[in-house]
């Protein structure tokens, strides 16, 4: 049980220095394309990751992230789905991530938004029937 709690609060820390380094989460900033600015930040992560593994390297922080967010996601998509089926106020799902409120924000980043088209589909297959015309 100790081990565990040592864990939520090194976990929580580790999120919050990731949420301080929106170089590496925040994709439409200047700072996400600076690749010294991504260095450093890594830099900082993997000090953090090195207190409770010694062999800690940039790896072990992308995969660490990486589940973070996973889990992260799953959730999102609980409370989207709990929304989509019409389900009351009550009925809209609660995360039970624990860290869930510590990495929210990432929300914005999660989200998908659907891109426009200029295309429309009639001028899709258009294209599509001329071609296999032209191959004919």
């Known amino acids: 049980?100790?081990?565990?709690?040592?864990?939520?609060?090194?976990?929580?820390?580790?999120?919050?220095?990731?949420?301080?380094?929106?170089?590496?989460?925040?994709?439409?900033?200047?700072?996400?394309?600076?690749?010294?600015?991504?260095?450093?930040?890594y830099e900082k992560l993997v000090a953090k990751l090195k207190e409770i593994d010694p062999k800690a390297d940039r790896a072990a922080v992308h995969t660490k992230i990486n589940a973070l967010r996973t889990s992260y996601r799953r959730e999102l998509k609980k409370i989207s789905s709990s929304q989509k089926s019409g389900?009351?106020?009550?009925?809209?799902?609660?995360?039970?991530?624990?860290?869930?409120?510590?990495?929210?924000?990432?929300?914005?980043?999660?989200?998908?938004?659907?891109?426009?088209?200029?295309?429309?589909?009639?001028e899709v297959d258009e294209e599509i029937n001329e071609t296999v015309f032209l191959s004919s």
């Open 1 to 41: 049980m100790m081990a565990l709690v040592q864990s939520k609060e090194f976990l929580r820390k580790f999120i919050a220095i990731y949420c301080k380094l929106p170089e590496l989460w925040k994709v439409k900033s200047d700072a996400h394309k600076n690749r010294n600015a991504k260095d450093l930040a």
């Open 87 to 122: 389900a009351g106020a009550e009925g809209i799902y609660k995360p039970s991530l624990w860290y869930f409120t510590e990495i929210d924000f990432l929300r914005d980043q999660e989200i998908k938004v659907e891109g426009a088209s200029t295309i429309n589909d009639t």
